[in-house]
């Protein structure tokens, strides 16, 4: 079997306007499915950032993945990260200024991951096997993911005859997000619940978390992520007042800039004998991150993510050295439809150390916009069970694929800019600002 197409569906999707450090989202965030076509004529998918730059870095690869066997994945992530980023290198491994999927240290990795999972997803296809079970067999059948909550101004997302029904309002507030919350967790059935943070000043988010615990009790743990808005000494002060919120496998996600901001966090909640863990996705993105995560004691769940780690397989291995390294291991998401669902729920599936429900933004997202044949992936008790079909387990719609292409020529941009929409629709000079708080 040889790759003899490489398709790239660039593709528009409704968001609501979501908050964060970052700023606001867009009305549409950008997505690319890619379709790997074979000799065999079977056909692999996968899902990944969208925009031109994506694009481009995927289109670069074209050479690399025609005619290769899609058996033969070493190779082919050695022909991608052969040339590597000496400027990327010499800015610092972090993405702390960076909005996701935008780091130029990953680009390779996030270009390899994009193929690798379309490859995996022929390679099933192709022996009749799941994915999770090509990667040595699964931990679990079914993948638990948190309920990922945000502030949001009032809309559903999507503009003109696509704007989308705004099923959660206006939620600015710590009433308005216990209300968020339980709906999300009456229609999902989520166990662990995730604040993203970094948007309203601390004490109101400290209240939020507050509210949040007496409303769904130490059952469900609680996190936060403020996405490094906050200084060394605003992190320890909010470490320090929701000690007994986040306790019970909860933890604090990017408080700060950097691994020694962490670090420093961790040292002095530490020396007040508060065991809240840390969690990282912006100061470790990558396997070279860890060690210096582990020794300065600055990350103690390291957050993995297909898509940008470099594939199903890069997240096993991070998995596994988080285990022999005594890490946690959770899962990072972005706004995304339901085959990138698939690939983190096989990614998820073979990783045994996997201490935390997964995070995702498929409920940010509709029916409208689903590109996988049959709608929307569903969750059972807050799970997606891996299905009993070879590869993802899903096929395209490729009706709602087109649909989805041509939401994306209509609209006039083509990278994530949360800043500019703030601009735009908040605050004419707003800025992001690290610390804020
Ligand atoms: O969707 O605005 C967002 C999030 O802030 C996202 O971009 C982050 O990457 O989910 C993320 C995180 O955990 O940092
Ligand atoms: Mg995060």
């Known amino acids: 079997m040889y790759i003899t197409g490489l398709k790239l569906h660039p593709i528009a999707i409704a968001d609501p306007p979501l908050r964060s450090s970052y700023g606001l989202h867009a009305p549409f965030a950008l997505r690319t499915i890619v379709e790997l076509e074979t000799t065999g004529g079977l056909t692999g998918i996968s899902e990944t950032y969208g925009g031109d730059g994506p ?72 022996v009749g096997k799941p994915v999770c079970d090509l990667l040595g067999g699964r931990a ?43 709906q999300m967790i009456a229609q999902y059935g989520f166990h662990e619940i995730k604040l993203k943070g970094g948007v309203l000043d601390p004490a109101t988010e400290v209240a939020t978390i507050q509210a949040l615990r007496r409303e769904f009790g130490p059952s469900f743990p609680l996190r936060i992520d403020p996405n490094c808005a906050w200084s060394v000494e605003t992190s320890v002060a909010v470490g320090r007042a929701l000690q007994e919120d986040l306790s019970g496998g909860g933890y604090l996600e990017d408080p700060c800039a950097a691994l020694e901001g962490m670090a420093e966090v961790r040292r002095r ?24 995560a582990q020794r300065l004691d600055a990350v103690q769940i390291v957050l993995s993510d297909p898509h940008y780690w470099g594939g199903l397989r890069q997240v096993q291995t991070l998995g596994n050295l988080c285990g022999v390294l005594g890490l946690g291991l959770s899962m990072h ?58 590869g993802l387990g899903v096929d ?42």
């Open 269 to 292: 909640l530490m020396a007040e004998g508060n065991l809240t863990p840390l969690a990282s996705n912006v100061a470790v993105t990558c396997l070279a991150d860890v060690p210096a």
């Open 140 to 182: 679990r059948d079914q993948v638990a993911f948190s309920a990922y909550l945000f502030y949001k101004h009032a809309g559903g997302g999507g503009v003109g005859g696509d704007a989308r029904h705004d099923e959660y309002g206006e939620v600015l507030d710590p009433t308005a997000m216990v209300r968020e919350t339980r």
């Open 333 to 390: 998401s972005n706004s995304h439809l339901g085959v990138s669902l698939m690939a983190m729920t096989h990614a998820a599936a073979a990783c045994p150390h996997l201490t935390y429900a997964c995070d995702t933004h498929y409920p940010w997202q509709t029916a409208q916009d689903e590109v996988v044949a049959g709608g929307r992936i569903p969750f059972v008790n807050g799970c997606v069970q891996i299905p009993a079909k070879p």
């Open 396 to 437: 395209l719609d490729y009706d709602q694929l087109a649909r989805g292409r041509e939401r994306y020529q209509k609209i006039p941009y083509r990278k994530r800019d949360d800043e500019a929409e703030m601009r735009m629709h908040v605050d004419p000079d707003w800025k992001r600002i690290l610390p804020r708080w």
């Open 55 to 126: 694009l481009a870095a995927l289109e670069a690869a074209r050479e690399h993945v025609l005619g290769r066997d899609p058996f033969q994945l070493t190779g082919l992530m050695a022909s991608l990260t052969a040339e590597t980023d000496a400027a990327a290198v010499a800015g610092g491994r972090t993405q702390t200024y960076l909005v996701p999927g935008e780091n130029p240290l990953d680009r390779h990795m996030r270009t390899f991951a994009a193929l690798e999972i379309a490859c995996l997803d022929l390679i099933g296809k192709a």
